[in-house]
């Protein structure tokens, strides 16, 4: 079953080409949800509470003892006690992974072709689906990605900056200036 996430900041998004997963090895497509405190995920919990059911049945004592999560707090990503920039202690993160390119449009659900207006720190909706795994002992419920939603800009993650917060119009200049003449 498709389900539409809340709103999220975008982090590493691989939506355009796919990355090797350093675990299967295999090629694949991403992108890191970053939701806020406020975030309301309790239909992404039931997805995830349906799909441990589906695989190992509604008796909890028989289920598989440590099952991996997929909602994992951010402050897990503290790096020397600092968080990245756009985490938040005790808010939380997913990972949504898929072996095909998903759909990537922006709020007028028209395809968006540059990887530069995707970028980490925009923020975004995605369907996606839960699915419980059992594969090399690990066991647990993931989430698939389907397709992504551009639903707002958002400042750039990673400390890089977009050339609108760079840069100001330069008065009285036309955008087909001839280059030669400013330097005559």
Not at 150 to 178: I, N, Q, R, W, Y
Request: net charge neutral; aromatic share 10%; proline share 7%.
């Amino acid at each position: 079953m498709s389900l539409i996430t809340p709103k999220f900041r975008v982090s590493y998004p691989s939506v355009f080409k796919p990355e090797v997963n350093r675990l299967s090895n295999k090629e694949e497509f991403s992108v890191t949800a970053l939701f806020t405190k406020e975030s309301d995920l309790t239909a992404l919990k039931d997805a995830a509470q349906a799909a441990i059911t589906e695989k190992w049945g509604p008796d909890k004592t028989k289920w598989p003892t440590n099952l991996r999560t997929p909602f994992r707090d951010q402050a897990e990503r503290k790096k020397e006690g600092v968080l990245p920039a756009g985490h938040e202690e005790g808010a939380v993160f997913l990972k949504l992974k898929s072996k095909t390119k998903p759909g990537v449009v922006d709020q007028n659900v028209q395809p968006i072709i540059s990887e530069s207006e995707f970028y980490p720190g925009c923020w975004a909706v995605a369907s996606i689906n839960a699915y419980a795994y059992d594969q090399a002992g690990n066991r647990g419920v993931a989430f698939g990605l389907n397709n992504l939603q551009k639903v707002g800009e958002g400042e750039p993650l990673g400390g890089k900056s977009t050339p609108d917060m760079d840069f100001k119009p330069v008065e009285g200049a036309s955008s087909g200036a001839d280059a030669t003449s400013m330097f005559s």
